[in-house]
């Protein structure tokens, strides 16, 4: 079975610190993805990536920076968190623009 | 399990009935649309596709109808089940470029 899997479900962290969320696709994708998921706003997209070592801005890029050192993983690093940040992190993956993508399992990340 | 969206509009259907689910697109040039359905505390999963091509497929007891006219995609789900509460959004892919999701709609299947 195909899958995106995120390092963590649940994390809480204080605010200031630096937040690693990580994200690994065991299908060869190309594209990745990482979007934010907030009540009644939806999935927004923060950064994706296009193949290794390319990162695009998404729509909501101020105050996340990502890395793709490898093909499989993706990673969302918050560099100095704060409350507003609070949220629903999904990544996802896709082979191209002429598929649909997978997603992870998302997480649930409170700063406090 | 966490809310995915507290001011989603809202379906409810009885068990054994069928659903209707609607998303209007916004751009023309899209000539690729999923569904996905979200339940409590999980990722999105893929449901079904349909591409610009076509204005219907169908799965296992799923439908979707799509109509370029007035930019609008229909999911149909047959004899609903409990296991079909969840959150359902569509995406739309203009021409290849990354999906436009949809705000979503929460399916509340009574008993």
């Known amino acids: 079975d195909v899958k995106v899997t995120q390092s963590s479900r649940y994390l809480v962290k204080r605010t200031g610190e630096k937040v690693f969320l990580e994200c690994v696709q065991d299908m060869d994708h190309e594209n990745m993805f990482w979007y934010r998921q907030d009540p009644g706003l939806g999935l927004r997209l923060i950064y994706f990536?296009?193949?290794?070592?390319?990162?695009e801005k998404g729509d909501i890029p101020e105050g996340y920076s990502v890395s793709r050192e490898k093909k499989e993983r993706f990673s969302l690093i918050l560099e100095s968190a704060s409350t507003n940040q609070t949220s629903m992190y999904l990544c996802a993956s896709s082979f191209t623009g002429l598929y649909g993508y997978t997603f992870g399992s998302g997480t649930r990340l409170t700063v406090v | 399990g966490e809310s995915v969206g507290l001011h989603l509009p809202t379906l409810s259907v009885q068990e054994g009935d069928n659903s209707i689910i609607n998303c209007a697109y916004s751009?023309?040039?899209?000539?690729?649309f999923i569904w996905y359905k979200q339940e409590s505390g999980k990722g999105p999963q893929f449901i079904i596709d349909i591409r610009s091509n076509m204005d219907k497929r169908q799965g296992q007891r799923v439908t979707v109808l799509l109509n370029k006219t007035v930019k609008h995609l229909s999911l149909q789900i047959a004899a609903t089940q409990p296991g079909d509460s969840a959150v359902y959004f569509c995406a739309e892919n203009p021409a290849g470029q990354n999906f436009v999701f949809g705000p979503g709609t929460r399916l509340s299947v009574l008993p």
């Open positions: 990536s296009y193949d290794v070592k390319m990162k």
């Open positions: 751009n023309s040039a899209s000539d690729y």
